[in-house]
């Protein structure tokens, strides 16, 4: 890839997610994802419907009587905002497939894209780990734009050295480096099913949000005959007569079985899962997911 | 079993050496190398069992060795071979002319002349091969006792039948030849020969032996003249009332004649004494009346390639629609 196709791309990406990011997801990525602790910032005069417990008294004593009349003031607070985003993004083979309109790390790619602009809007800091088997690549959180741009390059060009996928080795290497409470993004195909406790570990520290990433050639196969097929991640070749008899069913049980297995540990340990498909939007995923944190916030 | 069968090019097995590297290349180096489509994981489908036509993947490489294996066996041109022998020869005629006279009686030849000539007349005939055989007898007058012939059997017992005493006593040499150049004139191998045995002097018949010698060379023939009879006197039974006693009887051989009608007809003249040297005689004849052999031996190929060959075109055949159809693989 140029240096020119490269900016390209990453203008692309930009552009295809600046609506999002300025339309849809400012104020959800905002209230969604909350900062530590709230700090004074000013104080204003009180309203109906204030909570009378941020009536700043001294304030208000203080104001001039003069005038002859009264005045409450109440302070108004806001949420310290020094939060940081971590894009996990599943780096290895397994990634490199796609067959509809794009590529499971292109659509990872706008993913991070979107997310990583909503959190510069933010005034968020936001980091990169590329994991294949093996930790890849690490930027550490930064802020900024061209930081995004950084990030995006990285994304768009990296080649990685090993094939495999392994989510426990990440995550018991971001719950050893990183100290501060950090929102988790995990962009994989989730092929592997071993991670249970690491993720535990990470989610006790860390607001760990999975975004699975499925082609719909992974789902199912068609009836297309004897299909040589590649596992890309191990190397192991397989033919498969895919016009077998009940072959579709068989395979879609298999899928939905390892889709079972992966609810499973995310909902024991109250991970909150997006799945996107490649060649579809991933806006309405990535709204329903805010929409329900929302609510769930409210509450 | 197979030295009936040869390769007209045995140089082309040593093709059957890239066989085994062709083997290594389909089953061991080209096993991971085949084009596929890369997929996430293959772990959804290790449940998935196998089918009959993923058992048989191999199928088409299978074929694809035996396809080579036998245009390799094709191209070396295996072959059949039958030997066979053609023997072409070509028999000549003989006549056996002997003398069936009284005086063939005498002992000086043991058992008695008569006997030994049969004898050895018979070995005479074993010896031959191809040849037509006939048998005259003559004394006071002469008769075809086996015309010409290759039945042996036939011969030998004719043979076995002379017996002294059938026709009218007396020695007619001449009618004996020409009896027997009767039974040769028609022949048309390309030589004729006529072996008279006799042991008197022409004493009957209305042809002088010399003339019949003539006739015998107008027509080609040759005669070879045995003389059979000691020098001097002969024991001869005579039949008394008292038994059979033995007289001394004197031996009168013609040998002048007939060394001439020998020489004239380009044959041979012998004298017997004694039964070893009769058989000498007739040997020395056999020998000198080799009939010409021609023995070609040749080897008759019959090219077998096409067997192989269609072998070779057949699992192409297979290997071309299997792959194509039942076991057309994507990509």
């Known amino acids: 890839m140029t240096p020119q196709e490269l900016l390209k791309q990453i203008r692309l990406v930009e552009i295809h997610t600046r609506k999002l990011v300025n339309q849809l997801f400012s104020g959800e990525y905002h209230s969604v994802f909350k900062g530590r602790g709230m700090s004074f910032s000013e104080v204003r005069e009180y309203q109906y419907g204030d909570d009378i417990r941020n009536i700043d008294w001294n304030v208000s004593a203080r104001f001039d009587y003069s005038k002859r009349f009264e005045k409450l003031f109440v302070k108004i607070f806001e949420e310290e905002r020094e939060l940081s985003v971590l894009l996990l993004v599943d780096a290895s083979k397994s990634s490199n497939f796609g067959t509809n309109l794009q590529f499971k790390n292109e659509l990872a790619t706008e993913i991070c894209g979107a997310l990583g602009f909503s959190a510069i809007k933010n005034n968020d800091k936001v980091g990169l780990i590329l994991f294949s088997d093996e930790i890849e690549k690490v930027i550490l959180p930064k802020k900024g734009k061209p930081h995004i741009f950084r990030i995006l390059r990285e994304l768009l060009t990296f080649e990685p050295k090993n094939k495999g996928t392994n989510i426990s080795k990440v995550l018991e290497y971001v719950s050893a480096m990183i100290k501060k409470k950090t929102i988790l993004f995990i962009l994989s195909d989730f092929i592997d099913t071993d991670f249970e406790k690491p993720l535990r570990i990470a989610k006790n520290k860390h607001d760990v949000i999975a975004v699975r990433i ?16 590649r596992d890309s991640e191990t190397g ?10 009940n072959f579709q069913l068989k395979f879609a ?28 939007s991933y806006y309405k995923p990535l709204q329903q997911f805010f929409k329900a944190r929302e609510k769930r916030m409210a509450i | 079993m197979f030295e009936n069968y040869n390769f007209a090019n045995p140089l082309f097995l040593i093709l059957l050496l890239v066989v085994p590297i062709i083997v290594y290349w389909f089953f061991f180096y080209k096993k991971n190398k085949v084009t596929a489509i890369d997929y996430p994981t293959l772990k959804n489908l290790e449940v998935i069992p196998l089918t009959l036509r993923e058992k048989i993947k191999n199928l088409p490489n299978i074929l694809r060795i ?23 020869t070509e028999g000549i005629d003989i ?16 058992p008695n002349r008569i006997e030994a000539a049969k004898k050895v007349g018979q070995q005479f005939v074993t010896q031959r091969m191809n040849d037509r055989i006939g048998l005259v007898v003559f004394s006071g007058e002469s008769f075809t006792q086996c015309p010409l012939t290759i039945d042996y059997n036939i011969l030998q017992n004719s043979i076995q039948n002379i017996k002294h005493g059938v026709v009218e006593d007396g020695t007619a040499i001449g009618l004996g030849i020409a009896n027997s150049i009767n039974r040769l004139k028609e022949s048309k191998s390309k030589s004729k020969v006529i072996i008279l045995l006799t042991d008197g002097v022409n004493n009957r018949g209305e042809i002088d032996p ?20 000691t020098f001097g ?21 013609d040998e002048k004649t007939l060394r001439q009608v020998s020489n004239r007809t380009g044959g041979k003249f012998y004298r017997a004494t004694k039964y070893s040297e009769l058989k ?8 000198l009346e080799k009939t010409k052999i021609n023995v070609r031996s040749y080897t008759r190929h019959k090219d077998l390639f096409y067997f192989p060959l269609s072998l070779c075109l057949v699992f192409l055949f297979l290997e071309l629609t299997i792959s194509q159809t039942y076991l057309k693989r994507i990509p």
Do not use: C, W
Request: hydrophobic share 45%.
């Open chain 2, 66 to 88: 035996l396809v080579i294996l036998f245009a390799i066996l094709a191209l070396a041109r295996p072959q059949s071979k039958i030997k066979s022998e053609v023997v072409k």
């Open chain 2, 280 to 287: 000498n005689i007739y040997s020395e004849i056999d020998k």
């Open chain 1, 214 to 229: 499925v082609d719909k050639l992974e789902e199912s196969i068609p009836k297309a005959g004897l299909l040589q097929l």
């Open chain 2, 233 to 253: 006197t002969a024991p001869y039974p005579i039949e008394t009332p008292f038994g059979k006693q033995y007289q001394m009887v004197p031996v009168e051989i």
């Open chain 2, 210 to 229: 010399l003339t019949a010698a003539e006739i015998a060379l107008q027509f080609g023939i040759k005669i070879y003249t045995v003389a059979t009879g």
């Open chain 1, 253 to 280: 049980s298999q899928f939905l079985k390892h889709q079972e297995i992966l609810n499973n540990i995310f909902k024991k340990n109250k991970v909150d899962v997006i799945t996107v498909k490649t060649g579809e």
């Open chain 2, 95 to 110: 006549i056996l002319a002997i003398d069936i006279s009284a005086s063939m009686l005498a002992e000086d030849l043991k």
């Open chain 1, 236 to 245: 192991q070749m397989r033919l498969v007569d895919t016009s077998q008899k």
